[in-house]
């Protein structure tokens, strides 16, 4: 493992720690301290490699209640989780559970996010096609939790089209999520920028 992702990972670690025995019940006052904020997000794949049964009983479950422990534990912990889809199969399979939500997202701990139903692909399908994903999406979050998305999330797409921003645009939607802006990215070495 090369010196300066060693280094990232063991900073990366105690400021993880310190965060972790920093949570209070009280809101930090960012005027007095500085804060950092991360707010998680899971990534459930319901496309991919699993059955749909395995992502429903298992995966679906557990990303649930994992953070409804946390939004418990800890009250200004806050969530974001992207596809109408996903939400739709939790009121389906656990409606109970799916009331909990309802309730946290009303208090302003849960985010139902991504505007889409899914996060799909963005190179293949039509305008339209990606229309009709926020069209829908958004509908559905605004039926069940009073509120749409405000941007559009896709954590594992291979490339976007040069139209992305200009569709999302006049869907309305005013932000973007990514972790993929070249899925071919390796970092540079340390000091590289130095030969250029």
Not at 7 to 14: C, E, G, M, P
Not at 71 to 78: R, S, T
Request: glycine content about 6%.
């Amino acid at each position: 493992m090369p010196n300066f992702l060693k280094s990232f990972l063991l900073l990366a670690t105690a400021g993880l720690t310190v965060c972790a025995q920093a949570q209070t019940t009280n809101a930090p006052d960012i005027t007095k301290q500085p804060t950092l904020y991360v707010v998680p997000y899971a990534h459930l794949d319901t496309q991919w490699r699993w059955e749909f049964p395995q992502s429903i009983s298992e995966y679906l479950l557990k990303t649930m209640r994992v953070n409804f422990y946390y939004i418990d534990k800890y009250p200004h912990y806050v969530f974001n989780w992207s596809g109408s889809n996903r939400y739709r199969l939790m009121k389906e399979y656990y409606p109970a559970d799916y009331e909990r939500i309802k309730h946290y997202v009303a208090q302003g701990n849960w985010f139902p996010t991504g505007s889409s139903v899914e996060e799909g692909d963005v190179n293949l399908p039509s305008a339209e096609s990606l229309f009709r994903q926020v069209l829908y999406g958004n509908t559905y979050f605004r039926k069940d939790f009073g509120k749409a998305s405000a941007e559009y999330m896709l954590p594992d797409c291979f490339g976007f089209p040069a139209s992305l921003p200009t569709i999302l645009a006049h869907a309305g939607v005013k932000g973007f999520s990514t972790q993929k802006l070249s899925s071919g990215w390796q970092p540079a070495p340390l000091g590289a920028e130095l030969l250029r």
